[in-house]
């Protein structure tokens, strides 16, 4: 095989492949816009869902959400999802605190990291209140 057949074959393989790399990252894209939509949808549920010092878990497009009614603090939310390793964490009512299984990281209720390996604090959810509805989304 000459030298210049043989660039004309490499090149077409790395121009397919480049092309091939490009096509697949334009179709995951599009792809992904039916989910960012889904997510952008909202729920209603009903304020008293929500005890006084209590939470309701819901799930919001694919994002498992808490509400928690703190105490002369109102309503608001967070995704349950632990900044450290992704674990669910849980609200406990008698500590007045978000608890992570995995590795005990614990969260205020305002969603700050108060002790434990979590480095970030959760990631908070938009909540809109009309009346006796509570709007998350």
Same mark, same amino acid.
């Given at each position: 095989m000459?030298?210049?057949?043989f660039?004309? #074959? =490499?090149?077409?393989f790395l121009?397919?492949?480049t092309?091939? %790399?490009?096509g697949n990252?334009? *179709?995951?894209? &599009? ?6 939509a889904?997510?952008?949808?909202k729920?209603v549920i009903?304020?008293t869902?929500?005890?006084?010092g209590?939470?309701?878990n819901?799930i919001?497009g694919?994002?498992?959400?808490? #509400? =928690? ?9 967070? %995704?349950?999802?632990?900044?450290? *390793?992704?674990? &669910? ?11 992570c299984?995995?590795h ?6 305002d ?14 959810v938009?909540i ?9 989304g």
């Amino acid at each position: 095989m000459k030298r210049r057949k043989f660039l004309k #074959v =490499i090149l077409a393989f790395l121009g397919s492949i480049t092309f091939v %790399s490009f096509g697949n990252a334009l *179709f995951r894209l &599009l792809l992904s816009a039916p989910a960012k939509a889904a997510e952008s949808k909202k729920i209603v549920i009903r304020k008293t869902e929500v005890p006084y010092g209590g939470a309701k878990n819901v799930i919001w497009g694919d994002t498992a959400v808490v #509400v =928690i009614n703190r105490p002369e603090k109102g309503l608001i939310a967070f %995704s349950r999802t632990c900044t450290h *390793f992704g674990c &669910l964490v849980e609200f406990s009512k008698s500590r007045q605190k978000l608890i992570c299984p995995c590795h005990g990281g614990t969260y205020a209720l305002d969603g700050t990291v108060e002790s434990g390996p979590p480095p970030k604090p959760l990631t908070s959810v938009p909540i809109k209140i009309e009346g006796e509805t509570i709007i998350i989304g």
